[in-house]
């Protein structure tokens, strides 16, 4: 790729007129050596592949632990039954990150973005907003792009995987990620797509990875919620012209700094944070 | 690092490491293998050995050896499956300190009576590598088509191996030599951008010094 910081993509879709999506779409055909419509339906089907995996929602899948399942659907029933906090749009989002994260944990077909753990967020945020918005398929698809480049620069210049960086690498990529396709689809400038995906990662940054009994269940499924929620919040504040007042390649730079220097304990090995506490190692030590 | 490596791959979940990268050991292993798996030993070490069996690993492994790729939604059933095609199964642990925490020792036996032994890493994503072929050391991700071949150290045997490639038209990507020690067992890894034809492979292990070939397609054998 022709880019190695998201400044940089900025610059090159300035200088061709092109848009943001557009430049990581050409990219990655020239990369391949194919045509770029071809890039576009292979995304496309990363899209599809991500609604299968909400519609596949099965409310009494139980994960093999035994921890997790059912969630999901005790949120959508609280929305169906009650007038809920959030609103119609946000609890949809929330009820459908959980789903995807949980079926990931059931062992069921997902879409990893950027990693399995991280799979509820972007689906949950597009396909609400294809459905509640009304957004073309195409549009979607666009923002998907969005995403994609954004997590190219995190994976590039820090990281996207938990036992690297912690969770902000995950969930906080993810979120990231999110917070740009949101900004994109709602009309936001290039600028606004930037500090939408910087306000999403500043707000995870330090973010552990310290999972239960080393399974990506517990805290990773409810994070997905939280994840997708933030994106959309740090997407409105772009939106509104609020700025990161550090810029979006420095708060990269901060966030690869904070993953090297966070103790390995918390860095999916099971060996700090949550995963050590009481009631931690009674499940552990009841699935062994 | 492509985009579809940020917003994919499709897979079964929960893990890209533990449950992707454990499908597709298994599957290496299996086209290593070129023939029906009818003995399969599954030795889980570190990680693969402590968390496995929440996110999967075992039936991930196995679903490999049938041949699923890590989007086949058959994995959670791999056991069932395994024992209606009469591939049989036994677990257990190891330790492979010196390799990666997310490692698996395979021992295989096949219909054929071949044996084959593969040490398989998953090193991060769903990414893999074939770390050891029967207690050589191997090291390829099985993006390549890949030649191993097994052999004493002596001269010659390089030049002999890599002339055959050359004169069928087959670029060789990467090359890599090990061996136990000086006049002892060497093996090459010979990772190449296209496939070899099963006639060379033939040819090869007839060759003297030879012991023995194993071949990685990208294709899927029409045997199994
Ligand atoms: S806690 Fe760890 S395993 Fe769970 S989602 Fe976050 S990074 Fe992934």
Redesign the interface.
Known sequence: MNYKSLQEIVNLAQSESLEFWEV?ARE?AI??NVNQSQ?FE??RK?YH?MKQSITQYDSRQK???GMSGGDGEKMRQYRRTHQTIAGDLLSKIMETAMMVAE???????????????S?GV?PAVLQVFEVEKGYHEDKIVEA??V???I??IL??NAS??G??GGCQAEIGSASA?AAGSVTYLEGGTMEDILHAATLALKNMLGLTCDPV?????VPCIKRNVAGAMNAVVSAQMALAGIRSVIPPDEVIGAMASIGREMPVCLKET?TGGLAVTRTAKIIAES?? | ?????????????????H??GAVKIGKAARKLMGEKIINAQLLLSG?FY??G????TP?ALVAGLLGMEP?D?R??DSFEIAKKEGMKLKFGQVDLHERHSNSVQLILEGAHGRILEVIGESI???RINIAEIDGLEANFSGDFPTLVVHNSDRPGHIAKVTSLLSNQGINIAAMRLYRQGRGQNAVMILECDQEVPKDRIDALEEMDGIEKVTYYSLEEADEL
Not at chain 2, 53 to 56: F, N, R, S, T
């Open positions: 990581i990655e990369s391949q890039i292979q995304m990363m592949a994960s093999p632990s079926s990931n944990a059931c062992m069921k077909k997902i879409v990893a973005a950027p990693t399995a753990g799979c972007l998907l792009f995403a994609a480049g997590g190219e994976a590039l996207i995987s036992a690297v990620m009994a080393g399974l990506v269940e099971g699935l062994s | 690092m492509n985009v579809f490596d940020i917003i994919g791959p499709v897979m079964v979940g929960p893990s890209s490491s449950t992707a990680s402590a968390t069996k929440g996110h999967g039936k989007d939604e994995i959670p991060g994503g769903s």
